[in-house]
Every structure is written in C-alpha cells, then in structure tokens.
C-alpha cells in the first residue's frame, strides 16, 4: 500500500466513524474534507497517522497500518485536558 493510498483510507475512516457516532439529533452534515491529517509516518510496509476533525469536540484518532497483516486499525480518543507545564 501506498503512502497516499494509506492516507486516502485513514480519512475514509475517520469520516465513517465520526458519522456513525454522530447523534442523530444533531442533525449535521460531516464530509472527508472535515478530517485533516495532523501527523504521518511511513516505515517500512508500516503507516501511522495521527488525525482531527473541524469538529469541537475534541476527539482526535490513530489510524495505523500493519503491512506484515494488511490490516488497518483505528484508535479513538477523547482530549479531556491541555495542561501548561513551567519548567524552571
């Protein structure tokens, strides 16, 4: 699998999860252009991408490839604090 091809599918599923856990009543639209990629990696037959969403939410997903499988896993998960730590 390709860099881009592994990209292309780790958006593909971050838009279908995010549109799955989407409460109904909430009524809003979700699109693959709603999901960004924040970070990527690719090594040997391996990929990682860490993703987000325009959404406020604070969620934040995992998408990782293991080549020697061919299976693909998503990691979900929730921001629940941003701490500033000073060091002096």
């Known amino acids: ?5 592994f990209l292309d599918h780790a958006v593909r599923l971050v838009t279908n999860y995010t549109i799955e856990h989407t409460d109904v009543s909430d009524n809003a639209s979700f699109y693959p252009e709603d999901v960004y990629i924040v970070w990527s990696c690719k090594t040997l037959q391996n990929n990682k ?22 299976e693909i896993y998503l990691d979900a998960y929730k921001k629940w604090d941003n701490l500033k730590i000073v060091f002096e």
Do not use: C, H, I
């Not at 699998?1 to 091809?5: A, G, H, L, P, R």
């Not at 991408?49 to 061919?70: I, P, Q």
């Open 49 to 70: 991408a860490l993703l987000s969403t325009k959404r406020l939410d604070g969620m934040y997903y995992e998408v990782t490839y293991n080549g020697d499988k061919n």
């Open 1 to 5: 699998m390709t860099n881009q091809e």
